[in-house]
């Protein structure tokens, strides 16, 4: 397969279905169940939802497009996921979570690529969780619009994989004498690491969201000396703690994380043993949420 | 003696550096304008420590550290720079650095980062701050860290400004008044009506326990006592809820609360909180030779526990005062609760104690209680007075 020219007209194709806003991403299969399950209980509440929603980049991401496009006449993006669900209303979500659950993501053949979504899923979550302790911990003014940043902040990632599943689930479907060649799992993550940022530029650009998660997803490589104490600031040294802490599905380099944690405590005035301890709460909550 | 380099171009940062480590005893700064210049002093003054800045003229600070690593000096540094570009900062992980402070910094960053390095000897240059078992998930790598000989003296910064028994964290002023009149006065309390100066203090002061409400409109409790905990792990945390809060208990647990308090405050739910959380050693002080008997707080069917729990802390202060070589002990229970039979006892066992230690025995008590241990035959002779002052002035 000629991966360069395959991968320019992935990145057409995606950047058109953006731009056009018609790209819809499939969910995981394990939110597709909690979401099932929780559809056909007659308890289930607000809160229920929405602790639903913010577990996962997917569903927040479409619940906050839902509530900006229902919401378009306030002018104001919602600030946290629960401010969004309460505006929309539980009929709303469970109309728009019943939608989703149709469509999950393509169980591939590529060994590990799976692994990849659900990867990027949890290190999202880790960076969501860290980001609004540490907002907390620095007097940042709105924990809860870190944790959406970092809920968000690898949605290009995300993107790229779910499309090139979804790409996969077409291709292959189709009857044909000789099936082509598909990729690897290093294909899959060179494809991610050459287009994930021209399609997060994109969806920070074209969708209608809050300041703040626009360029969550836009991402950046350095530190905002501008303004210490910021969402972006803490957003990033949270994807560096989380990578650190290996709750992350690709390579990472080393002495850049490292770099990144010192250069951001130093910003951010946390010591090392708070973030210790920060790191040693991460883990447990995560292995509780699973 | 300790030496500190300070390798940067500005006079005024070095100025300013010197004046931020001169609290520290022990602590020698030389200085340097460039790298070569701290190259050249490296050598002279064989430093325990450097600050070293990244732009500078003649020698950079990456030049500078990879000259001073290629010569194999594995003297800890600390980067004081303006520079947080990831494309310059992490090629110098290479050469090890051991902390990074960003310019413009408050003095007391650089203080504790400096102490924290002098603190410890680091064996490995290559080493990281995050380089230990809880980033490496398992992998068995120990940390190289060694603490040095090098110990702080009482001039070096603490890390909080105080000790204070209690933080009270409720949106409601009048909580806080109320629950403070509960407490005895030798328990010191802060109150915080919202996170942000809750997560200031605890920045602060050391807690002992920390009570949180958790009902407080827009707060997460949960992400609260998280934070919390990141800033003091050791303090005890209660949480504080309405009486009719459906399924309190359980929430505190599952917050990760260690008890809880439901409001409106009464007089034995406030006992327990402080049999459960502060020493029985606190219902007496000593001073010199003079013992006295805190308040007692709560309901009259706990005045066993009480009595029982200052009989104790009575022996072993009497104790200590025969170790310190007093000749005697003065009891002072004048706020002692008016119940015969336990302070007769209580005082009986302390006369009893002191004299088997050879210490003389003074007691200041009302005249209720004078008037009882006159007619016990044990204590009928004590020495017994109305004031303080007045047993004091006795030989």
């Known amino acids: ?14 950047k058109k279905r953006i731009e056009e806003d018609k790209l819809s991403l499939p969910i995981l299969p394990t939110a597709a169940d909690v979401i099932t399950h929780s559809l056909n209980d007659a308890h289930t509440d607000l809160v229920t939802l929405t602790n639903i929603v913010e577990q996962d980049p997917v569903l927040t991401m479409q619940m906050l497009r839902v509530d900006r496009t229902e919401n378009m006449a306030r002018g104001i993006a919602a600030d946290s996921i629960l401010q969004a669900c309460e505006r929309l209303g539980v009929k709303k979500i469970k109309g728009v979570l019943g939608e989703m659950v149709k469509q999950r993501v393509f169980n591939t053949r590529v060994q590990g690529a799976n692994l990849i979504v659900s990867g990027f899923c ?23 619009a870190a944790y959406v940043a970092g809920l968000l902040h690898d949605l290009g990632s995300i993107a790229v994989i779910i499309f090139l599943l979804e790409f996969e689930k077409t291709l292959y479907s189709k009857p044909m004498a000789t099936k082509p060649e598909w990729l690897s799992l290093e294909g899959f993550w060179s494809i991610i690491k050459a287009i994930k940022a021209e399609v997060s530029t994109c969806m920070a650009s074209k969708w209608p969201l809050a300041d703040h998660v626009r360029k969550a997803i836009a991402g950046v490589v350095d530190y905002d000396v501008g303004e210490r104490i910021s969402i972006m600031n803490i957003v990033h040294f949270s994807n560096a703690l989380s990578k650190r802490l290996g709750i992350y599905p690709g390579q990472i380099n080393s002495e850049e994380i490292d770099a990144l944690l010192m250069i951001g405590c130093s910003f951010l005035g946390l010591e090392k043993e708070m973030v210790d301890r920060l790191s040693a709460q991460l883990k447990h909550r995560l292995a509780l949420s699973d | 003696m300790k030496r500190v380099l300070t390798i940067d171009d500005s006079r005024s940062l070095r100025s300013i550096v010197k004046k931020a480590l001169k609290t520290l005893e022990e602590v020698e700064i030389f200085e340097a304008e460039d790298g070569q210049q701290g190259l050249a002093a490296v050598e002279e003054c064989q430093p325990d420590l450097i600050l070293l800045d990244v732009t500078m003229p003649v020698m950079d600070g990456p030049a500078t550290i990879k000259e001073l690593r290629a010569r194999g000096s594995n003297v800890p540094v600390i980067l004081l720079t ?3 570009k990831l494309s310059i900062i992490a090629p110098m992980m290479k050469e090890g650095f051991q902390d990074y402070i960003v310019k413009p910094f408050q003095p007391e960053e650089l203080v504790k980062k400096v102490v924290k390095i002098l603190q410890t000897k680091v064996e490995s240059s290559s080493k990281g701050a995050f380089d230990s078992d809880i980033y490496n998930s398992g992998s068995g790598e120990l940390d190289v860290s060694i603490k040095s000989d090098f110990a702080p003296t009482k001039s070096w910064v603490d890390i909080y400004e105080s000790a204070v028994d209690v933080l009270l964290i409720d949106d409601m002023d009048h909580v806080a008044k109320r629950f403070r009149e509960f407490l005895p006065d030798h328990i010191t309390m802060k109150n915080s009506l919202e996170p942000q100066s809750a997560i200031s203090f605890c920045r602060r002061h050391a807690f002992r326990v920390i009570v949180i409400d958790l009902e407080m409109p827009n707060v997460n409790s949960a992400a609260l006592i998280r934070q919390l905990r990141t800033i003091q ?33 009464d007089a034995a739910q406030i006992d327990n909180f402080l049999a459960s959380y502060f020493s029985s ?29 200052v009989s104790k802390s009575t022996i072993e202060a009497i104790d200590n005062i025969a170790a310190a070589c007093y000749d005697r002990v003065l009891l002072d229970s004048v706020e002692v609760p008016n119940s015969p039979e336990h302070v007769s006892r209580l005082i009986i066992s302390s006369v009893e104690h002191a004299k088997r230690l050879g210490l003389a025995f003074q007691l200041v008590t009302n005249n209720d209680i004078r008037a009882l241990l006159q007619s016990i035959a044990e204590t009928a002779d004590l020495a017994v007075f109305s004031t303080l002052e007045e047993a004091k002035q006795q030989p």
């Open chain 1, 1 to 14: 397969m000629q991966t360069a020219q395959f991968t320019g007209a992935l990145l057409g194709i995606l």
């Open chain 1, 122 to 144: 949890q290190h999202s979550l880790a960076v969501a969780l860290l980001a609004q302790d540490i907002a907390g911990l620095t007097n940042c003014p709105t924990p809860d």
């Open chain 2, 82 to 84: 303006a520079e947080s």
């Open chain 2, 233 to 265: 792990p050791d303090p005890v945390y209660v949480a504080l809820a309405m009486r009719t809060m459906k399924d309190a208990a359980t929430t505190a647990r599952q917050q990760g609360f260690n008890g809880i308090l439901v409001k409106p405050f």
């Open chain 2, 281 to 309: 050693r606190e219902l007496v002080s000593v001073e010199d030779y003079v013992i006295k008997i805190g308040q007692f707080v709560g309901s009259t069917d706990r005045l066993p526990q009480f009595f029982n729990r």
